[in-house]
């Protein structure tokens, strides 16, 4: 008895082992990673900044402080992000209820074109809007008017970018909310504003404060939109890091500026996981198919012809206007000047950035696949510990922390041996990949965490290896969602700016930062060739969102 006790006792040890061993395999490629291509470079470019002689000038914090314009930096970042949130939670709303509650003809197209904006890179995005509000744009000709280089161009264009958001986020809970709760407190004298104000904002609250806390994320970290549209009168954090790093070369404000920016993305992340908690737990709720129905009475009719106008003024017109000023010269004549090199802006024809971009965004699509896959498998397991649970939340500090502070982090920290990856041109797959890993990591968790263990269990029981195990039960239950994961991965790096624009060669140039420069150049030709590339790039990330939502359909969970 004691023996078979013994033998019983040594066999649960060494499955203790093996599943500790199989942890740590798993995350430790994701681990060295982000160590390798995320943390040295970031602290190498604030250590750069913050060392004198070897010694840690910390006053220097209060030095950049004390900078009147780096206060108004500050301030003009944080103001524009609130009324930034605020706007699109407004505008968009409504759409998240129709899209909740409403079922009419052509809704999933309509999805789908709600959605293009936020997968558009920033720099087409800005271009867009450019090509809207700017010199020689749709409102310049009509009316005179010109509403680029103000706030109101910055502004616009941000609730364009982060519509989706609050329609995918809010809407989703929203369609899952069990209607009946609503109608009984009609049905008990309230009115219908006050029944929506007690009963569904309530519910609705933590997927409202969730998406708030996305959209005021993405809009303090802005760098295309406000370099395109800013101009020279407006800069947030991400822009006046580049233009310390690239203009004035004064690396120890660019140092403090980034790990402002560090502290304060921290914050919003840490609220925002706290939010999700919530919104996780806090609610019970019922199918989505059998809360959406056809729009009744006027009202709704006019609540849904608003949206729709909403959509096509908002969304669609910039994107609309941006293909037909890239056709203003005749015989598709800016396409055409794309195949040509003598333009002065590039040392290769331009058209060539789109064949650089697609091989660039496929390998780092492999990359975030193969780190973000291995650290959604190790933080599902039930044995993980907390090291690896803490390591979830570092995964989403690439969206926030500065690509400027990445991408320049990378030529001054990768330049000597065994990392000097200064001339090689995985070094822009590598900064790609950073952004993507987040967005494979979210997308797998929900489906892994689905999965039986028991599956899991019985297959090691056979007899089945860890690989095996994986390879035979979870990959065919999670085959969609990664390669929706990848979808998403391939369409972030297609449109990655902020690092790419420091490592991208002059004669390896991206889509994206191919738009800025020959946006930076005077005259119509390289203006027109930025609208075309736009257009491609545009058309590009559409195609690869639409393939997104075929494989979507058949796994709608209601999460954005």
């Known amino acids: ?29 994701p681990v060295v990673f982000f160590a390798a291509f995320f943390a040295y470079p970031v602290a190498a470019i604030v250590a750069r900044g913050l060392k004198v002689d070897g010694a840690w000038r910390f006053g220097r914090i209060g030095e950049v402080l004390a900078q009147s314009d780096v206060r ?88 364009f970018f982060n519509y989706a958001v609050v329609v995918r986020t809010v809407g989703g809970l929203w369609a ?9 407190a009609r049905m008990l004298g309230a009115s219908p504003w006050k029944a ?37 009168t407006f800069s947030t954090l991400e822009v006046e890091i580049y233009r310390q790093t690239s203009e004035i070369f004064d690396l120890s404000t660019a140092a403090v500026l980034t790990l402002i920016q560090f502290v304060a993305v921290g914050a919003i992340l840490a609220l925002h996981a706290w939010t999700v908690r919530r919104r996780e737990t806090a609610l019970r709720l019922v199918d989505a198919s059998v809360t959406a129905r056809r729009p009744r009475g006027a009202g709704q009719w006019a609540l849904l012809g608003g949206v729709l106008v909403t959509v096509v003024v908002l969304l669609m017109l910039p994107l609309a206007v941006l293909v037909q000023r890239s056709l203003d010269a005749p015989g598709f004549g800016y396409y055409r ?21 697609l091989e660039y965004a496929v390998a780092a699509t492999v990359i975030a696949v193969v780190i973000g896959g291995l650290a959604a498998v190790a933080l599902t397991r039930r044995d993980a510990g907390r ?19 990445v991408g320049f982090g990378f030529l001054i920290a990768l330049d000597e041996p065994p990392l000097d990856l200064r001339s090689s041109w995985i070094l822009v797959p590598l900064a790609q ?43 065919p239950m999670v085959r969609r969602a990664l390669l929706i994961a990848a979808g998403f991965a391939f369409a972030v790096s297609l449109g990655e700016f902020g690092a790419t624009v420091f490592i991208a060669r002059p004669d390896n140039p991206t889509l994206p930062v191919a738009v800025a420069r020959l946006l930076g150049r005077p005259g119509d030709l390289n203006y027109g060739q930025a609208m075309a590339l736009s257009t491609i790039l545009m058309v590009v990330c559409a195609v690869a969102l639409l393939v997104l939502e075929r494989l979507r359909t058949a796994d709608r969970t209601g999460e954005f």
Do not use: C
């Open 1 to 29: 008895m004691d023996l078979a006790r013994t033998e019983v006792t040594e066999a649960a040890v060494r499955k203790d082992r093996r599943g500790s061993a199989a942890r740590l395999g798993l995350i430790a490629l």
């Open 72 to 159: 108004h930096v500050l301030w003009f970042t944080t103001w524009q992000a609130l009324v930034s949130t605020v706007l699109t939670l407004l505008i968009a709303l409504p759409g998240a209820y129709v899209f909740a509650r409403f079922d009419f003809r052509g809704k999933q197209v309509l999805r789908a074109a709600v959605t293009v904006p936020f997968v558009l890179p920033t720099v087409v995005v800005g271009t867009a809007f450019l090509a809207l509000v700017g010199r020689g744009g749709l409102l310049d000709e009509l009316w005179g008017v010109r509403l680029d280089t103000t706030v109101w161009a910055i502004l616009l264009a941000h609730v």
């Open 176 to 184: 899952q909310l069990d209607p009946r709760q609503e109608e009984a």
């Open 196 to 232: 929506w104000r007690q009963v569904t904002l309530p519910a609705l609250g933590p997927a409202v404060a969730a998406a708030a806390l996305m959209v005021f994320l993405f809009t303090f970290t802005s760098f295309g939109v406000v370099q395109i549209l800013g101009g020279p």
């Open 337 to 357: 000047a794309l195949t040509r090199a003598d333009g002065g802006v590039f040392l290769v024809p331009p058209i060539e950035a789109i064949g650089n971009s």
């Open 387 to 405: 090291f690896v649970r803490g390591f979830d939340a570092l995964l989403m500090l690439p969206l926030g922390v500065s690509a400027v502070t």
């Open 433 to 475: 990949a950073l952004v993507g890993v987040p967005f494979v990591v979210r997308t797998m968790l929900p489906v892994l965490r689905a999965v039986d263990v028991r599956l899991r269990e019985a297959a090691s029981v056979l007899g089945a290896s860890p690989w095996r195990v994986w390879r035979e039960v979870d990959l």
